[in-house]
T-cell receptor, first 112, second 113 residues
Framework: ETGVTQSPTHLIKTRGQQVTLRCSSQSGHNTVSWYQQALGQGPQFIFQYYREEENGRGNFPPRFSGLQFPNYSSELNVNALELDDSALYLC???????????FGPGTRLTVL | ELKVEQNPLFLSMQEGKNYTIYCNYSTTSDRLYWYRQDPGKSLESLFVLLSNGAVKQEGRLMASLDTKARLSTLHITAAVHDLSATYFCAVDLSTSGTYKYIFGTGTRLKVLA
């Protein structure tokens, strides 16, 4: 059984650029959630996808968008990057109806 | 405003001692989770608490949930150095099929040898 994977591991961008982060779910999981974790803080829920549709969203602006593909992998896109977007981005997969999420290793994004 | 607060934020304790971390949340939920995070690493699921009065134990850690008080506790028994990490609680506030999940502020635990 393959765990949750994310790519890339690290990324450096400049303000105003766009970025795409990728997540592959654990085998058999149909739900993916994305979180932003700023340094020294708890993760903040961005959104969740189930069957390729957004199924809940936290307090993030529309420039944060996502996709889920038929194989349940997912992308997080962030447009018009701001300095405050610098953070660890975590995805977590789960099976709908079950309570445990499994987190990936994260992508650390630095915006200069 | 939805809040999930942990107390204390920082905890330094001697090996062999007992201590409790508290997680208070500001709205109704009967689904609470505890996670561990090592520095620079991702989150590891520790406990899933799904009803009032739920108690789960794993090794030196025991978690409980009181939904009426909107309080969960994570009790550490006879701490060892390997328990040093940041611990987060998280509350599931999903309604009508729409998902919403809020993490606490985190408690950074350091166990001194």
């Amino acid at each position: 059984e393959t765990g949750v994977t994310q790519s890339p591991t690290h990324l450096i961008k400049t303000r105003g650029q766009q970025v795409t982060l990728r997540c592959s779910s654990q085998s058999g999981h149909n739900t993916v959630s994305w979180y932003q974790q700023a340094l020294g803080q708890g993760p903040q829920f961005i959104f969740q996808y189930y069957r390729e549709e957004e199924n809940g969203r936290g307090n993030f602006p529309p420039r944060f968008s996502g996709l889920q593909f038929p194989n349940y992998s997912s992308e997080l896109n962030v447009n018009a990057l701001e300095l405050d977007d610098s953070a660890l981005y975590l995805c977590a997969s789960s099976l709908r109806g079950e309570d445990t999420q499994y987190f990936g290793p994260g992508t650390r994004l630095t915006v200069l | 405003e939805l809040k999930v607060e942990q107390n204390p934020l920082f905890l330094s304790m001697q090996e062999g001692k007992n201590y409790t971390i508290y997680c208070n949340y500001s709205t109704t939920s009967d689904r609470l989770y505890w996670y561990r995070q090592d520095p620079g690493k991702s989150l590891e699921s520790l406990f899933v608490l799904l009803s009032n009065g739920a108690v789960k134990q794993e090794g030196r850690l025991m978690a409980s949930l009181d939904t009426k008080a909107r309080l969960s506790t994570l009790h550490i028994t006879a701490a060892v150095h390997d328990l040093s990490a940041t611990y987060f609680c998280a509350v599931d506030l999903s309604t009508s099929g729409t998902y919403k999940y809020i993490f606490g502020t985190g408690t950074r635990l350091k166990v001194l040898a």
